[in-house]
């Protein structure tokens, strides 16, 4: 076999320098650990043929398990493109599903991003006219499937896509997709709270050597009846604490004392002088 020109081997040695990465940005056993209890590895029995590069294996039962040194390559490569945009607000994270719908609030909260947490309005990236139009320069999808009105205006005004997708995600128009799993609930709160961590660690908000303080359970969704539960048994507990303390607080010579000044009531006191009153038929 004849040798390969000069120029072709500094290519191939460069390619390979860029596919390891900086060391910096490699993921801590913490980090992998996150990653595996939230199970954000685990994909759907389905499998769309663009997603099939990200797919490490499938288990007995039809799961298709991700690669995950995949999806953290992914992930630092998204968080690099945010930062890249000057300005925060230029960022609007989108999110149809209930489960993203408190990540993309919080994530939009510590980055600066703008953030839609409801049904996506037609014509909100086209329609002038719309209160609620908007010119981002990046969109940030948590599913392709249910966000797809998102995904679909951008490509008639330009604008880039980054995207969370599952195995059985449609990819098109979908410049830069995560590979991860976008439909479990604590799975879309872990990978947005370590985009936004990783984003404020690329600005130098944070420190990379010192942990977060930020807890990721503020990036979970919560369910509005579960809060309600705990805020209704909250305050029965506060209500049967407060008699029991006003009941001991209140002695039996306090008791006797009020008895004896008679401050227990005044209703006699207007009738007391009978001959006041005029009698009927004078």
């Not at 390979?16 to 939230?38: F, H, I, N």
Request: with cysteine; aromatic share 8%; glycine share 6%.
């Amino acid at each position: 076999a004849s040798p390969r020109p000069p120029g072709i081997q500094i290519l191939a040695i460069n390619s390979a320098q860029m596919s390891k990465g900086r060391p910096v940005l490699d993921p801590t056993e913490d980090d992998v650990r996150k990653l595996l209890a939230c199970k954000v590895h685990l994909g759907t029995k389905n499998l769309q043929k663009p997603m099939a590069r990200y797919v490490y294996a499938r288990r007995k039962d039809g799961i298709h398990v991700f690669d995950l040194h995949m999806t953290w390559q992914k992930l630092m490569l998204a968080a690099r493109v945010i930062v890249a945009i000057e300005n925060p607000a230029d960022v609007c994270a989108i999110s149809a599903r209930p489960y993203g719908q408190r990540a993309i609030l919080k994530f939009s909260q510590y980055t600066g991003a703008q953030y839609v947490d409801s049904r996506f309005t037609p014509g909100t990236l086209t329609n002038q006219i719309q209160d609620s139009f908007m010119q981002p320069r990046m969109l940030l999808v948590t599913d392709p499937r249910t966000d797809h009105q998102a995904i679909t205006e951008s490509a008639y005004v330009n604008i880039p896509v980054v995207a969370f997708a599952d195995t059985d995600s449609p990819l098109g128009h979908v410049d830069l997709c995560i590979p991860c799993n976008n439909r479990g609930q604590k799975a879309i709160g872990m990978m947005y709270w370590m985009l936004t961590r990783e984003i404020l660690r690329m600005r130098g908000t944070i420190v990379r050597s010192v942990p977060w303080e930020i807890k990721v359970d503020l990036f979970f969704y919560r369910d509005p009846e579960d809060v309600l539960k705990k805020e209704e048994e909250a305050q029965q507990q506060q209500y049967i604490a407060a008699p029991a303390a006003d009941f001991a607080a209140y002695d039996k010579a306090t008791f006797e004392k009020t008895i004896e000044s008679g401050t227990g009531g005044t209703w006699g006191d207007d009738t007391a002088n009978w001959d006041a009153v005029p009698q009927w038929g004078e």
